[in-house]
């Protein structure tokens, strides 16, 4: 039944790698470019490494990007804005004038009687006519600089001088000096019956969205090519130097070559190498777990989380190329490694780098430039970050990502370019995007440890702290324990410190490993009152099964509080599978005649499964010991550590962890060292 139930998870578990290999090619395939890629790779002022090139067939040459920009720079420029004017406001407005006038003509014979009066509305008609702005035309960012407009009305535009611009203020102007010349010494009767303001308002409109559409015209009819090379013509020796102009015609070839296909190449070829392609990469990450990285490859979540951040920084990668107003170096690239690196290792972090930087170089623009530069940035990020302690450890990152993307970045195009007039100075502002993006990985780590179970070095620190509602409810119901429990923390995170380890788990380990021994704290010697022991009134047999329980417990309450996987691990582990050898050896003095089961007294384990749990163990033990001690000498605790450390060794404790010799001698000069220190062991002076 056993093998059975092995097989069958061994079965699992390559279904498993099986489905997440297929996802994991097939996601990335998705995103990858369906052009024949350009065979060649080259740099601007590098020499051409490869066979002289002929033109394989006719294409454009392509104007540079800083030749586009200053030509529609030009355009616009010289671009006249559309503005539009509402015939009705006039309509409207005019005759509402005309029939204040005839009526106060009509009561006022005086004014009635003026000479030219009866032009005053042909007067506010052509007013209307110039067009009136709501405001005066300096406040007017689109006509700086511009001399004339194009004021459209109806289905006609004119073109007319911003100088016959007015606003309604210089129209009110305008129409009541008029007005005052044409009225003379009858201009305030004129004002006291007709107020001005009524009939002048504005009816000239800048109008977005028509300029947009006319601005999109003139610049879609802008050449985007300054030249053509025949097919057969000459593009460059080998050995030439790859210039400026050389650079450009490449790069035009480079883009006709993948925009279109031969008429001879089939597609199905194109997506079998794609498919063969991306293959490679991630079954080249599969082996450098299954070789270097045993445990994350055995494990379903850790190995997921490691494909799908593959393929995230992917698919971003892919979308920033795609879309014109994003760069793909706006892509936070060095977020992968720092996710890794905080929840597995270095060498792991460095390596998907690298598989995903390939990866995407192989469709970025620049190939060569990007991988070197987010190789680099990641890289300096892993070790800039090394533990994630700090909010001041992210930031310092972040600002070392920044530099070396910038510094290697200028260093490339001072090779490339020779100049620094030359450099496109844009791309800092794209890597300074990408740096501050770093910031997130702060609530990606939160999201990341609840959807895979994770647990980082900073949820550690956190669950430290010995305000925790558990630690507090160990410190109030076994104090014995408690401290028992600080002591053993400090110790083994002391030994994690010199023989390498993570020292923020294992003290996190330690602080936790005992907290079943609030279950019936009383039985535990470190709670107890002096005289008083309650295992004196029990069967040797039920004292073991209360001491042992402990582990149980304490299982059982870490999943009430919510603990991570890991920390149960060192409660389940910190005993092994050893036995409570004084209840045992009592129970068979007790009882000679009887055959003793040893697995009733034994603990039911498992061993520690790394070097923290091993070291943990050990210092429990030691420590316990240690206060038990009659005569607490140097020697008498040297020889306690040698012995039980001798004792964890033959009863085959310690074979699934990872401690070396050196590991374990560190481990008994730590622990002689803290020891003395802490029960204040002094030489004896003679008499």
């Given at each position: 039944?056993?093998?059975l ?10 279904f ?48 540079t ?18 503005f ?18 005839s ?14 009066i ?17 405001q ?71 109008d ?17 090519n ?9 593009i ?28 001879n ?14 293959s ?9 777990l ?15 989380f ?11 990668a892919?979308?920033?190329?795609k ?10 690239m ?5 996710l ?13 780098l ?74 800092i502002e794209?890597f ?10 702060y ?54 410190y ?17 907290i ?14 002096v ?17 042992i ?19 149960i ?24 005649e ?11 384990g ?35 550590i ?7 060794i ?18 008994k000069?730590?622990?002689?060292e ?14």
């Open positions: 039944m056993k093998k139930l092995t097989r069958l998870n061994q079965s699992y578990h390559l498993y790698l099986t489905m997440v290999f297929i996802a994991g090619i097939g996601l990335i395939f998705l995103v990858f470019p369906g052009e024949s890629r350009f065979k060649y790779e080259f740099q601007k002022g590098s020499p051409w490494q490869h066979e002289t090139l002929i033109a394989p067939f006719n294409f454009a040459i392509l104007k990007e800083a030749e586009i920009k200053l030509e529609n720079d030009s355009i616009l420029k010289t671009y006249v804005p559309y539009t004017l509402d015939s009705l406001v006039e309509d409207t407005k005019v005759k509402e004038f005309t029939n204040a006038l009526k106060l003509t009509e009561t006022n014979a005086a004014i009635k009687s003026i000479e030219n009866q032009y005053l509305p042909d007067i506010l008609r052509s007013i209307y006519r110039f067009g009136i702005l709501p005066s035309v300096s406040s007017y960012d689109e006509l700086r600089g511009k001399s004339e407009i194009m004021q459209v009305k109806g289905n006609k535009a004119v073109k007319v001088e911003v100088t016959d611009l007015l606003s309604i203020k210089t129209a009110y102007q305008w129409f009541n000096d008029t007005i005052q010349t044409i009225t003379g010494k009858h201009y305030t009767d004129f004002f006291q019956k007709i107020n001005l303001s009524d009939f002048l308002t504005e009816n000239l409109y800048f977005e969205k028509l300029n947009q559409q006319e601005k999109k015209q003139l610049l879609e009819k802008l050449s985007t300054k030249g053509m090379v025949q097919a057969g013509e000459r460059i020796f080998q050995g030439d130097l790859v210039g400026s102009e050389k650079f450009l015609i490449l790069e035009s070839l480079k883009q006709a070559y993948e925009s279109k296909r031969g008429d190449m089939e597609y199905f070829l194109v997506i079998a190498g794609r498919l063969l392609v991306i490679s990469f991630i079954v080249l990450m599969f082996l450098y299954l070789f270097y990285r045993r445990e994350l490859f055995d494990h379903k979540r850790k190995l997921s490691i494909i799908l951040m593959i393929v995230l920084m992917i698919f971003m892919g979308f920033a190329t879309v014109k107003s994003l760069n793909i170096y706006m892509v936070p060095a977020i992968l490694p720092i890794v690196r905080i929840f597995f290792d270095s060498r792991t972090a460095i390596f998907s690298m598989v995903t930087t390939l990866l995407i170089g192989y469709f970025a623009p620049n190939s060569y430039e990007y991988i070197i530069l987010q190789m680099i940035a990641g890289i300096i990020a892993v070790f800039t970050l090394n533990k994630l302690h700090k909010r001041s450890h992210l930031v310092l990152s972040a600002f070392a990502v920044f530099v070396a993307y910038s510094t290697i970045y200028i260093a490339m195009s001072m090779v490339q370019e020779g100049s620094l007039k030359t450099i496109n100075w844009k791309a794209w300074g995007v990408s740096s501050f993006f770093i910031f997130i990985t609530p990606l780590i939160y999201i990341f440890e609840k959807i895979f179970g994770f647990v980082s070095d900073v949820t550690l620190i956190e669950l430290s702290n010995t305000n925790q509602p558990l630690l507090r409810k160990l410190a109030e119901e076994a104090p014995g324990t408690f401290q028992h429990s600080l002591q053993v923390a400090n110790l083994a995170e002391a030994i994690i010199k023989i390498g380890g993570n020292p923020f788990l294992v003290y996190a380990g330690a602080l936790y490993h005992d079943g021994k609030t279950h019936k704290s009383e039985f535990f010697i470190e709670n107890q009152s005289g008083m022991n309650p295992h004196d009134g029990l069967n040797h047999m039920k004292s073991a099964e209360i001491i329980d402990h582990v149980t417990y304490g299982v059982q309450l870490a999943r009430k509080y919510k603990l991570p996987e890991i920390l691990s060192f409660i389940t582990t910190h005993h092994g599978t050893t036995q409570t050898n004084y209840f045992y050896k009592m129970y068979q003095n007790e009882n000679p009887m055959e003793v089961d040893p697995q009733k007294f034994s603990y039911p498992p061993l520690p499964q790394n070097k923290e749990m091993a070291v943990l163990m050990l210092t429990d033990g030691i420590e316990a010991a240690a206060r038990s001690l009659k005569e607490k000498s140097v020697d008498s605790i040297r020889d306690l040698e012995t039980m450390v001798e004792q964890k033959r009863s085959n404790q310690l074979i699934n962890a990872d401690l070396t010799f050196r590991d374990i001698s560190i481990l000069s730590v622990l002689l803290k020891l003395v220190n802490i029960y204040h062991v002094r030489i004896e002076y003679p008499k």
